[in-house]
């Protein structure tokens, strides 16, 4: 079987006006390739009009088609006559969560189950990349403590999440297991997945509904003002991520799950680095110590154990694999973070 991407078929993308979707459609499109991207609603010009840019610049034509993760049978139109699916379409936040099953877990799982199911369907598709998440490698930082290593790598699985505690994380788990059970019971389709640390970047939208913008718009305009977490985060720029899934659709040979990380900071690491760019942010001026976070961190969406699991403790990734297997190079920290606060200002959004 030639296990081969054709350029000239379409490639479907999902979630295509979502942050990271939005740069894969727009490399795909400057290659010259069709893409049918799924939104959920085409009439939704706050979170679509973007694309209608991206279109009439680039050389590729833009189709989209409105589907719900939810809803069976949605992704049938879209999929038809691709080879190369890239599924990203998945709930991403991680504060103001009521009904976590009802917001996390059955878009990520069913949607997945759903996008496949339309894969298995299409006599055409290929190869599928799925767009997980370093958070279905580990669940907190706290468990690497155990480990021959300080470091996470492709070989971990996150064990600790579920509905209560990491709600998104167990949501990106239960996804790609499923993604990986469905793949083993056919053989017209390959797998490969991309494990993205936290993206930051510059957004090609207004948007700020991705938790890397809200989490890159609250550190710098004065949300934490009085003081932030010690949090550690692998971070990685959002146009090398987007690289990263053309790079796995494209290449034969490419296989297996992907961690792609540029390095890792704490917060007031990545408040240095902003402060050497920029006067003029409201950034954290100090770190708040662990004890205060134990009393006023409830109040505030923090509960005791992701304080006890996450805060003060270091977090590694080997990247090296996203390297050979996929030729990854990553842009630097101090680039992506520069970049995205300049787009947040162009854009007004500060
Ligand atoms: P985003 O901008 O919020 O994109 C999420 C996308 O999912 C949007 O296009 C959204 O569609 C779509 N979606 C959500 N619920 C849906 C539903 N019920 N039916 C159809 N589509 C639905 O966030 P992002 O950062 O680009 O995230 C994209 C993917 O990357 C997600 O799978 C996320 O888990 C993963 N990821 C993100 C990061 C990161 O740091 N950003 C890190 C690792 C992995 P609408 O446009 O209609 O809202």
Not at 81 to 108: M, N, R, W, Y
Not at 203 to 219: C, N, P, T, Y
Not at 249 to 267: D, N, Y
Not at 305 to 334: A, Q
Request: glycine share 8%; charged share 25%.
């Amino acid at each position: 079987m030639d296990d081969s991407i054709n350029p000239k078929k379409p490639i479907l993308v999902t979630g295509a006006s979502g942050y990271i979707a939005s740069w894969i459609v727009k490399y795909l499109l400057e290659k010259g390739h069709t893409v049918h991207g799924t939104v959920r609603s085409k009439k939704d010009e706050r979170k679509t009009a973007h694309l209608s840019k991206i279109q009439s610049k680039d050389g590729g034509k833009l189709k989209l088609f409105e589907a719900d993760l939810l809803n069976q049978g949605d992704f049938d139109e879209a999929i038809k006559g691709c080879e190369l699916v890239i599924h990203t379409a998945s709930p991403f936040k991680f504060q103001g969560i009521k009904d976590p099953q009802k917001e996390l877990i059955d878009p990520a799982l069913i949607g997945t189950r759903n996008v496949l199911e339309a894969a298995n369907r299409n006599k055409s598709t290929k190869r599928v990349v799925l767009t997980s998440s370093v958070v279905a490698i580990f669940g907190d930082p706290a468990d690497i403590k155990g480990k021959d290593r300080d470091y996470f790598t492709e070989s971990d699985w996150n064990t600790t999440s579920n509905l209560k505690h990491q709600p998104y994380s167990f949501s990106k788990t239960l996804a790609e297991q499923e993604a990986w059970k469905m793949q083993e019971k056919q053989s017209q389709w390959d797998l490969v997945v991309i494990n993205p640390g936290f993206v930051m970047g510059p957004s090609l939208s207004k948007r700020i509904d991705s938790a890397s913008v809200s989490f890159i718009k609250a550190l710098v305009d004065g949300t934490y003002k009085s003081g932030a977490p010690e949090l550690h985060f692998g971070f990685v720029d959002v146009r090398d991520v987007a690289k990263a899934h053309i790079l796995a659709g494209f290449k034969p040979e490419a296989t297996g799950r992907h961690i792609l990380v540029a390095g890792s900071k704490s917060m007031m690491e990545v408040v240095d680095i902003l402060k050497s760019g920029y006067n003029d942010l409201k950034l954290p001026s100090s770190t708040v110590p662990k004890f205060l976070l134990y009393l006023i961190g409830p109040f505030n969406g923090f509960s005791w154990k992701y304080i006890n699991r996450n805060v003060g403790i270091p977090l590694k990734f080997d990247n090296s694999y996203s390297k050979k297997d996929l030729g990854m190079e990553y842009t630097g920290i101090e680039e992506t973070l520069t970049d995205h606060v300049a787009q947040l200002k162009s854009a007004q959004l500060l």
